[in-house]
């Protein structure tokens, strides 16, 4: 028997808690509380990134076409006079991405604990867990990338998805989840200067391919969006207070768009360009294609980051769900996921 259907010690019934999560698996399923569409609606978006993430592993990793452009990529990037030149100048930038991460842990722990919202606490620290172990997973023990053009060894090797992608990205997801629903849009800012950096400095560092960080891209989207499905399963999502943030419109929302949009266009003009009109042996295919693949790792990164907040819009993560009504001839003004006084009996 669970704890509520005990009553009390005078012989009255106890109380319903909505901030429960009994009362999120009973009142929650029904199909028009915003638990339930919440739910199905990150739900949806976790296949539906599963499948984008499948699309482009097939697509530029178990393709021949897709290796050859991607081994271009890595041939290009030598023709960049600032991020290789800065790889080249100073090895310390390597470990960036570690230190980045810990303290990124410490701020996601320190933001949930001065909040006290510690069931996000969990879930922040949960998306990045949980992406990176997806990530290593996912490229050393269960996908595969085969030699479909007789690439040098130092090429052949799979990196699918990107783990320092997976870190930028996860922690960005970390502070959508955990900070309060007014700054989201200055956490998203900053962080996204920040993610985009790791994935431009990746790529030009050789350590991974663009299909890396658009792998994990959509990766730590699907983790993040199952995340929040589990929050709403759990009666932890509420609608926020309608209000509108003019600034984080022009400084964020504004500038993540432009990126979205003309990074994902000019890398698509650049890679049909690199890819299927000109020549292989054409100087000038490594230095299209990896200016391709710089404009699609942007483009795909706000994407990912825009679509991520379009999906909890007016959501509230961590308060207390709006108590469900139900409305029927059983009671006058029902309550709660049951109704309060019966009219009549039900034989």
């Not at 005078?10 to 638990?35: H, I, K, M, N, Q």
């Not at 996000?120 to 023990?141: D, K, M, N, P, R």
């Not at 999502?237 to 994902?264: D, E, I, K, Q, Y």
Request: with cysteine; charged share 15%.
């Amino acid at each position: 028997m669970a704890p509520y259907d005990r009553l009390r010690p005078d012989g009255s019934p106890r109380p319903l808690e909505t901030g429960t999560w009994w009362y999120a698996s009973v009142a929650g399923e029904a199909a028009d509380s915003f638990s339930t569409r919440v739910r199905k609606r990150m739900r949806h978006a976790c296949l539906g990134a599963v499948l984008l993430m499948a699309v482009v592993y097939a697509g530029l990793v178990l393709t021949a076409t897709g290796q050859r452009w991607e081994n271009a990529v890595l041939a290009g990037r030598f023709t960049d006079g600032t991020l290789a030149a800065a790889h080249e100048a100073n090895r310390t930038l390597q470990h960036v991405a570690v230190y980045s991460l810990a303290i990124a842990l410490m701020i996601l722990t320190l933001i949930g604990m001065l909040r006290r919202r510690h069931v996000l606490t969990v879930a922040a620290l949960g998306a990045v867990a949980v992406s990176l172990f997806l990530a290593e997973v996912l490229q050393h023990a269960l996908l595969a990338r085969p030699d479909l053009v007789e690439a040098p060894p130092q090429l052949s090797h799979n990196s699918f998805p990107s783990g320092h992608g997976a870190i930028a990205m996860s922690v960005m997801s970390g502070l959508v989840l955990v900070v309060p629903y007014g700054l989201r849009g200055l956490a998203v800012g900053l962080c996204a200067l920040w993610a985009t950096a790791v994935s431009a400095y990746s790529l030009a560092a050789g350590w991974h391919r663009p299909s890396d960080l658009i792998g994990a891209d959509l990766l730590v989207l699907a983790v993040a969006c199952g995340l929040v499905a589990v929050l709403a399963r759990r009666g932890k999502v509420a609608p926020a207070r309608t209000r509108r943030f003019p600034l984080r419109t022009l400084f964020v929302v504004a500038p993540l768009s432009a990126a979205a949009v003309s990074g994902l266009g000019i890398g698509l003009v650049l890679l049909v360009d690199s890819m299927f009109v000109l020549e292989p042996a054409d100087p000038s295919v490594p230095r299209l294609a990896y200016q391709a693949g710089q404009a699609l790792v942007l483009g795909a990164g706000a994407a990912a980051t825009l679509l991520l907040l379009a999906l909890i819009r007016h959501v509230d993560l961590g308060a207390r769900p709006v108590p469900y009504k139900i409305t029927g001839t059983l009671s006058t003004e029902p309550t709660g996921p049951f109704p309060t006084e019966a009219d009549h009996e039900i034989s």
